[in-house]
């Protein structure tokens, strides 16, 4: 499906390309959005290979509208999306169908490509320039991400940058029952949205690698990227607000009261002070084509794009109270196994014995923290001391041992179970230096349950998930999901990732079974980000009550807490002196850390009195 308007020239070099297809059965369908006499005088005489069929709107809608239109309006089963300044490969139809035709039915895929950027403008400065070589850059960059595998490729960065338009395509009946592109985006962020919005509802994405569009790039690359950072400014506060979409692409929105002290500071000072900022850009700009530093370029992109985004969001008259409100809470859940003595390094890593759990326990409890729910959770209904307390593989010493603490405190955790396991033992780990140990009854599960212990899924027999065939993967996903059910009375809504081991195929399966929950094995606090991808922070033999306390409060221990502000600061950095300085600093600290470490290691009392304390 072509999307076209006030482009002939351009249009007739795409419909020429899609005519020379090696696949032998295809429909053109080319959306005018508007009036226009060049587009209707094509549609009279263009003859191809393929058969063409031509829609056009009375009024200019815009892109979102056009490609819904032609989506409803397509006759085969598969939409492939394509704009009027593109050419493709002979062989672009041929490789998206090939995906398609091979993928099993339980599956719902996206298959989506970068493209070749082909400038057919002269670049008139040394800020376009740099624009341009950045633009590369970043195509290079999401290629990158994407190709990604594993956990990689449910990252948060994936979150922010994947995208449904350009180069996709989709079963027409998906996309159709997705709602579409959200026509209220007529100018930017449509693609991201509905991206997104597709991968949180199951869709897998599937990457392919080759570049078999090249995209005639003719923008005015200055005047587009100042356009694209003032409408993301506009649109979030209607993303968040009245689309409740709150997660990784619309988190700038809220950056002056969330994330490191410099972020919040630097959001503010723009939201304030953002008439004297653009005047400031002006000069930076000016005096980077001058110059041609490309220090001065970097500063005037960054101040441009806050100073863009912020403006436009005040614009939308949303305010500071209604910000800081939006934020929400920080979400932490710990992670652990088996409350038993452990007998080897391998052990320690997964048990934690019961005096130090009781330890951990007493202090949690005069520090003031509570349980949570996993419907509170879901409904971001938490106080700041509220902890989702989790056990993976449901050991049968969490009826000995954590059933009392359940009792006396009135704790809520949740307890993932292998469904296939129960009432046997835990064959996954046997092989992996861990001894052979019980796993719940049926009859102890329930004894729990009515205590207010929740059970979730752990798959049927705790596979690494991402290399098992599609078949298996829907069984271990679907059927454990239904055996707890049928044995619990009750809906299993959360999942925990086997090994913690997830991937784009399993995070759409587990998404597909209706689960509304699922962890993985990632350090870290929880905000904004996908609910199937959720962090827990790891409690097991090497764990003090310092660094529960830390872990509580960050998800990360103090070491990793450490590395990931000097990380995220590294980063931020604008050039690559104080970069290579943060990064040396950070070896420093993490060499005394390890010194510091080893020094508990020779005097135990030490680390002992230290954990008290």
Not at 505 to 534: E, H
């Amino acid at each position: 499906m072509v999307t076209t308007w006030r482009r002939p020239v351009l249009l007739r070099d795409t419909l020429d390309s899609l005519m020379q297809q090696s696949y032998p059965n295809i429909e053109v369908l080319v959306v005018c959005d508007g009036e226009d006499e060049d587009v209707h005088a094509i549609a009279q005489d263009f003859r191809g290979a393929f058969p063409v069929r031509w829609i056009f709107h009375p009024v200019n809608r815009g892109l979102p509208a056009a490609r819904n239109t032609g989506a409803r309006e397509a006759q085969g089963d598969i939409v492939l999306f394509f704009d009027d300044d593109v050419i493709a490969d002979r062989e672009l139809v041929a490789t998206h169908m090939s995906y398609h035709q091979d993928v099993a039915e339980t599956r719902r895929i996206a298959v989506f490509s970068m493209t070749t950027e082909d400038r057919h403008s002269k670049l008139s400065s040394y800020v376009e320039r740099c624009l341009d070589e950045e633009w590369k850059r970043t195509i290079d960059n999401f290629a990158a991400t994407f190709s990604a595998t594993e956990l990689d490729s449910v990252s948060e960065e994936i979150e922010r940058t994947i995208w449904f338009g350009l180069n996709c395509s989709i079963r027409r009946d998906i996309f159709l029952s997705s709602g579409g592109f959200n026509e209220h985006f007529r100018s930017s962020d449509e693609e991201v949205e509905l991206g997104l919005r597709l991968y949180l509802a199951g869709v897998e994405f599937v990457f392919e690698p080759r570049r078999l569009l090249t995209h005639k790039n003719s923008k005015d690359l200055e005047k587009y990227f100042t356009n694209c950072w003032g409408a993301s400014g506009t649109l979030h506060p209607y993303r968040v607000f009245e689309l409740g979409q709150r997660n990784a692409q619309t988190q700038q929105l809220v950056s002056m009261f969330h994330g490191y002290l410099l972020d919040r500071l630097m959001a503010r000072f723009a939201w304030h002070f953002s008439g004297p900022l653009s005047s400031f850009a002006h000069w930076l700009k000016f005096s980077a084509n001058r110059t041609e530093w490309h220090f001065l370029f970097g500063a005037w992109a960054r101040t441009c794009r806050s100073v863009e985004y912020w403006r436009h969001a005040k614009e939308t008259r949303c305010t500071m109270r209604q910000l800081e409100d939006a934020v929400g809470p920080l979400k932490c859940a710990v992670m652990l196994h088996s409350i038993h003595e452990p007998a080897s390094e391998e052990e320690a890593s997964y048990y934690i014995a019961p005096s130090r759990f009781r330890r951990l326990m007493q202090w949690f409890r005069s520090a003031g923290f509570s349980t949570a729910t996993t419907a509170q959770w879901l409904q971001d209904d938490l106080t700041d001391k509220q902890v989702l307390l989790t056990f993976d593989d449901g050991y049968d010493d969490l009826y000995r041992e954590l059933l009392p603490v359940i009792i006396q405190n009135r704790y809520t955790p949740v307890i993932y179970l292998v469904a296939d396991r129960i009432g046997a033992s835990n064959e996954w780990d046997q092989g992996a230096g861990v001894r052979a140990r019980k796993l719940l009854t049926l009859e102890q599960i329930r004894e729990m349950q009515k205590y207010g212990v929740e059970f979730g899924s752990h798959s049927l027999t705790h596979p690494w998930l991402p290399s098992v065939s599609d078949e298996q993967l829907h069984h271990e996903v679907c059927d454990s999901k239904h055996r707890l059910e049928d044995l619990l009375g009750v809906e299993v809504t959360s999942f925990a990732y086997p090994f913690g081991g997830v991937d784009r195929r399993v995070r759409s399966a587990v998404a597909n079974a209706g689960y509304k929950l699922a962890f993985t094995t990632l350090p870290g606090v929880n905000w904004w980000n996908d609910p199937l991808c959720q962090r827990r922070a790891e409690v097991n033999a090497h764990t003090t009550v310092s660094d529960f306390a830390w872990k509580l409060r960050n998800g990360l221990g103090f070491t990793e807490s450490v590395g990931a502000r000097l990380s995220k600061l590294e980063q931020d950095l604008p050039t690559k002196i104080l970069r290579s300085l943060t990064r040396k600093i950070g070896r420093l600290g993490h060499q005394a850390v390890l010194t510091l470490s080893k020094e508990g290691q020779k005097n135990p009392d030490a680390g002992r009195q230290h954990d008290d304390a």
